[in-house]
């Protein structure tokens, strides 16, 4: 179970699209309950591209990110069971992409995702103990959306793809992240970075690879998720590439990232 005893929550972000960030909520999350640790994956993201990856049709999206932060439901009444035991959402659709208008003039705009979540620990249907992970799957930009996720995480999980542009990327998030931390949470932390997309015969993926380990050293992991045609597929069937195909090397390259997050869980635990 959780290795603390609320559940840890983390933002899968990145500035730039198509860098693998929802396929990683997604078969993270997957991976995570699989081995025995509940997870969430809340949907702030108006794509919903990580509801549908987890099968849940736009027409059975009843209660969504959109009405928790409007106010019109609690997070316990818009969380729903996935295929994966173990494994619950908060689903989201395209309401949410004007959100950002109409919650621009309220005093704590910043902490309405955070506040929800507060809510949820103290009177949720079992308390803190229902989840060991929260992971909160971002726009790929930095909104409202995007900072009300950072305002109520612990911790940053960036996904970064291995091409020439990660590094100068990755120094604008790390500049959001530090301004997050000094405006909003002066508590959140980078949990890791996992590089994605890497590709064993391109010599630019071992060049970015050995870039980012070298400027960022023991913050990236092991762990680096390979360019594959079934991680691609398995969205568009309504499922984690885990259950799409379990042995194909995405899916065993995030059983072993989840394996990677808990220890590395464990030992901030025990420092």
Do not use: W
Not at 65 to 81: D, S
Not at 100 to 106: F, P, S, T
Request: proline content about 6%; overall charge neutral.
């Amino acid at each position: 179970m959780s290795p603390t005893k609320k559940p840890r929550i983390l933002v899968v972000a990145n500035q730039k699209g198509g860098v693998g960030k929802t396929t990683t909520a997604i078969n993270l999350g997957t991976a995570l309950a699989a081995i025995g640790e509940p997870t969430l994956v809340i949907d702030i993201d108006p794509q919903g591209n990580a509801s549908t990856g987890l099968g849940l049709h736009r027409q059975d999206r009843k209660l969504t990110t959109y009405e928790v932060l409007m106010g019109e439901a609690r997070l316990a009444e818009a969380i729903v069971p996935t295929r994966i035991p173990g494994l619950s959402l908060v689903p989201a659709t395209v309401d949410l992409s004007g959100a950002e208008l109409e919650l621009a003039d309220l005093p704590r705009r910043n902490f309405i995702l955070k506040d929800a979540l507060a809510e949820y620990s103290a009177h949720g249907s079992n308390g803190v103990g229902d989840f060991s992970y929260i992971l909160i799957d971002c726009p790929p930009s930095l909104t409202l959306l995007t900072l009300n996720a950072m305002a109520a995480a612990d911790a940053v999980l960036v996904p970064l793809q291995c091409e020439f542009f990660a590094l100068e990327g990755l120094s604008q998030l790390l500049k959001t992240i530090e301004l997050v931390r000094e405006k909003l949470n002066p508590t959140l932390e980078m949990q890791g970075i996992v590089l994605t997309m890497f590709d064993k015969r391109n010599k630019l993926s071992d060049q970015v690879a050995a870039d980012v380990r070298e400027t960022l050293g023991d913050k990236v992991y092991a762990t680096m998720i390979p360019r594959n045609v079934r991680i691609s597929e398995a969205p568009s069937h309504g499922v984690p590439a885990l259950v799409y195909d379990l042995r194909c090397p995405g899916s065993q390259a995030y059983i072993k990232l989840a394996g990677e997050l808990i220890q590395r869980e464990r030992l901030r635990v025990a420092a």
